[in-house]
């Protein structure tokens, strides 16, 4: 119910954001850019990590490497992230300390547009998702679909994207299955000043197995040249879980971003 409550009051912001891009656009134009530019190439560094020691050891490793290249019609995207934790634990039978893997994920999206006018694309999305404790420890995605700009202001971004296409997933206990999945995901970028920008992702893949929704809410703060800080709040709900598992799962990070 928190879940839902949460994304209808994204939605909400999303809207009124529209009349308020408005009020940040300069030019008052509210004239739309091209969504596809030149030739340009953008890569960005995230590394986060946690360690705690005293009563309670445990070692955290987040991390993000993204690559956004464009070329004529056509834009690049790749990402690869990862979360890794180990903590200490008292082995109940020989009352020595043992160090056990508590968290491993990793997660590699690939997609490409193609531009068919100044705010519209066609897309093809690929995503990979390795979860070695989750509910499903892998899934992979497959789309083909639409793309388009919905606000081009000069501080406020809002782009929106519908695809169907397949989902292959495997449980934990090794089954596989697959079935039709419909996409739909969506990025929000406000730019608050020259040193600080606020973006806010969605995503929400649907299936006879399993309807999948992701929020992230991120702040980004520049701190010298072209290093970083940013602070987030992620959360990922999974409608078909087992009782002894959470249908919401959170997270919340600090990371240096670092673009090259």
Known sequence: MKFVTFFAALIFLLNASTVSARLYDESDSFELEPLITDSTLDISAELGALFTTGNAESTSILSKLALDYEMNNWRHKYSFESLYKQDAQIDSETNTSKTVTSAEK??????????????KSALVFWGNEFDRFGQYTSISTLVLGYNFRAIDGSLIKLDLNVAPGFTFIESEDGST??????????????????????????????????TRAIIESSITAKLHG????????KATSDDDVDDTLAHINTQTSVTLVVNF
């Open 177 to 210: 299955q697959s079935a039709p999945v419909l996409r739909g995901s969506g990025v929000y970028k406000w730019t608050i000043n020259s040193n600080t920008r606020f973006t806010q992702t969605f995503t929400i893949e649907t299936s006879e197995i399993n």
């Open 106 to 119: 990793y997660k590699l999206n690939a997609e490409a547009y193609y531009k068919i006018t100044e705010t």
């Open 226 to 233: 072209s290093m970083q800080m940013k602070v987030s709040y």
